[in-house]
């Protein structure tokens, strides 16, 4: 395995050249949104200056190239996945659409009323709120699976509360708040055994881990771009293929249809029957040179670098009184760091970094539920990627000890 070196690889991300408050920007807020290649911005501005045209709809030259780079762009992501076919990755704006769109076409058309699926008290509200929106008019029950102390799903729980009525379990992949890593293939083969489907919100997992959906044994996963060195306003969903081929359309309109009448429209095959309208053609070619990227780098060096950088950064913020920390131990989880210096809220915490240069994110992490369990109103986050250094762990760890004794001090 290749070894990255994050200071040849920041060359490829010129913002990271940049200063905030006069300081050299440190960017760990990379579970929100991660910074772009230059590889990545070139292939959308390739695509607007030479092949701009709608897709799928001309027989002219323009069109047809455009039509090729955004297909193109499908085999990457499914050859990222490892996906079996191309033909089940549906092309979304980002996890949050993916989501919703497994719960408004796979949900309507599966579940009954006294069903029950199952998630964790640990989701990300993309994997909350659509289920509420729905939940009510389907007749279905939501379960929730908690937390062991070690800030890990409880398995255990799991396995309890599956039923004879559990049509679905839909969970994270990588938690955006704990940085825990779930068994995916373990809670794969509960949920088979009780005959019913797994879906993986994989917008924090993708970007960091080798993902192989078939090894998984997953029905349905969902990547969000922005989050893997792609541009925003792209993301997949990818689905068994008979799941997706037995599931109706989410939206209507062009792109999706057979034959439209005047009173009743036959629909396409997938994946084109999930694409209504003019896609985010850009954003698309620019997701499938992300992939390249991060597959020329190799994943198992991404994964590799981000356990470096958060093994280093544990050690060094363990021993540190006042400083709390939320995440499991071990190897088994991401670069991901939520942490809180006691008495002093967490937005200020965030504010007293970036006026350092450093960008972390402060909140609640669309993870409400979460924070209660946790028994915290928020936290601060740190997030590791490709192009972090173990120097600029050195430099926040030194600014929150600064803060803490500053805060101790005048407070
Ligand atoms: N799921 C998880 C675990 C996330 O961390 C996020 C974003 O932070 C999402 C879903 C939603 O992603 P998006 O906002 O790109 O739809």
Redesign the pocket.
Known sequence: MRHIDPNELRKDFPILDRTVHGNPLIYFDN??SSQKPRQVVEAMVDYYYNHHANVHRGAHTLSVEATELYEQARKKVARFLNAPTERSVVFT?????A?NLVVHSWGREHLRSGDEIIVSVAE?H??LVPWHLQAESLGITIKTVGLTDQYRLDLDGLEQAITDRTRLISI?H???VLGAINPIRKIADLAHAAGALLLV?G??AAPHVKVDVQALDVDFYTL?G??MCGPTGA?ALWARADVLAGMPPFLGGGEMIGKVYLDHSTYADIPFRFEAGTPNIAEVIGLGAAVDYLEAIGLEAIFEHDQQLTRYALEKLKPLDGIMLYGPEGDDRGGIIAFNIDGIHPHDVASVLDEAGIAVRAGQ??AQPLMRSLNVPATARASFYLYNTFEEIDRFVDVLVRTRDYFAAHV
């Open positions: 579970a929100a704006r980002n996890t949050t659409e989501m990300h993309a994997n994270w990588m938690n955006n919100d917008a924090q969000s922005h989050k993301g992490h669309c």
